[in-house]
């Protein structure tokens, strides 16, 4: 018998956080060992943000719910339900949710997130 070309996720890795933004990894380094992407679910709270960071991957964020806000370099772009943002590796970019609802969306990272290539500003 042949081995299996699927994986069926069913338990995705819960990332922990100090700042009640939700992160489930259903691919990656952390919940599968899978280095070359990785594909996570995130709920950020109202009023949220991170630090800036240049990340040494490509990161594609699907929005399903709420608005997010993205600072790239030197723009400002908001996306809102059913719209997507591909960044690329060595921008430097801030992640933030200044608005008063839940953001609910997919984040897809080639190669897979790692904090060793994040590069969050302190």
């Known amino acids: ?14 990332v922990p956080t100090t700042d009640g933004k939700l992160i489930e990894e259903h691919i990656g380094l952390a919940s599968t060992q899978t280095c070359a992407y990785s594909v996570a679910h995130m709920v950020a709270p109202p009023q949220w943000s991170e630090p800036h960071q240049n990340p040494q ?12 806000r993205f600072e790239v370099d030197s723009d400002i772009i908001e996306l809102g339900a059913g719209e ?26 080639v190669p897979a997130f790692s904090m060793d290539t994040v590069h969050r500003e302190e």
């Open 1 to 14: 018998m042949s081995e299996k070309r699927y994986f069926r996720q069913q338990n995705p890795f819960r």
């Open 57 to 68: 991957f490509d990161e594609i964020t699907i929005v399903v719910r709420g608005r997010k």
């Open 84 to 109: 997507s943002l591909l960044i690329k590796a060595g921008a430097r970019v801030r992640y933030s949710n200044p608005f008063d609802a839940e953001c609910e969306y997919w984040s897809i990272c």
